[in-house]
């Protein structure tokens, strides 16, 4: 019913940038909160940041703090991360969760995507 895709993981070299962007798709009648997780190896999942629907609100772990730059378009179901000054333990699979009402009689669900790799390497 609800799809989502994370996009724009890949190699960066510690120090430098790299942007990653979700888009829910389905069938959505409404986005809530969106939200960054990430998962290393060995490691348990973790919150990276959180952005409410009007982004008037955000939550930004303390490791990444000042560093990445959460951001969303409701027009596009789209929710981004900014990552800046990228650090060998950012390294890890990070994943979209949007809290999204798929009708007006249930209440709303969070929605995974499958995630896309960040890999710091010089």
């Known amino acids: 019913q609800v799809q989502i895709l994370e996009s724009g993981g890949g190699l960066v070299q510690p120090g430098g940038s790299l942007s990653l962007s979700c888009t829910a798709s389905?069938?959505?009648?409404?986005?809530?909160?969106m939200a960054w997780f990430r998962q290393g190896p060995g490691k348990q999942r973790e919150l990276v940041a959180s952005i409410t629907r009007g982004g008037d609100a955000t939550y930004f772990l303390d490791a990444v703090k000042g560093r990445f730059i959460i951001s969303r378009d409701n027009t596009k179901n789209s929710v981004f991360l900014q990552m800046s000054s990228v650090r060998p333990d950012d390294a890890a699979v990070y994943y979209c969760?949007?809290?999204?009402?798929?009708?007006?009689?249930?209440?709303?669900?969070?929605?995974w995507g499958q995630g896309t790799q960040v890999t710091v390497s010089s």
């Open positions: 969760r949007a809290n999204v009402r798929i009708n007006t009689w249930t209440l709303p669900g969070d929605y």
């Open positions: 389905g069938s959505i009648v409404l986005i809530n909160s």
